[in-house]
């Protein structure tokens, strides 16, 4: 069982920035869009951000865009939030696109 881990997290505060990081091991990222997915208490998970394995034409969920910014190292990947909004309180997970990889989850929790 590939197992991704998410590294980052935390508590923030509204208006602030918080970073996440996401490791794939060895080659399973190779040739793999990674996302980043969330899922507040009571809601669905929903769909962030997507970066593919060349790191360009990026997507992002209407609600994070223009505040959230995603990126890749080869199997590293990174969520950078800024201007956070306690609506972005959720735990917060890894996958690789088409693959049943998850990472176990991080907590992100924003303070008003």
């Known amino acids: 069982q590939v197992q991704l881990v998410e590294l980052g997290g935390g508590l923030g505060q509204a208006g602030g920035s918080l970073r996440l990081s996401c490791v794939a091991p060895?080659?399973?990222?190779?040739?793999?869009?990674m996302e980043w997915y969330r899922q507040a208490p009571g809601k669905e998970r929903e769909f962030v951000a997507r970066?593919?394995?060349?790191?360009?034409n990026t997507y992002y969920a209407d609600s994070v865009k223009g505040r959230f910014t995603i990126s890749r190292d080869k199997n590293t990947g990174y969520l950078q939030m800024n201007s956070l909004k306690p609506a972005d309180t959720a735990t917060y997970y890894c996958?690789?696109?088409?693959?049943?990889?998850w990472g176990q989850g991080t907590q992100v929790t924003v303070s008003s």
């Open positions: 996958h690789l696109r088409l693959t049943n990889y």
């Open positions: 060895g080659r399973t990222s190779n040739g793999r869009d």
């Open positions: 970066v593919p394995w060349s790191g360009d």
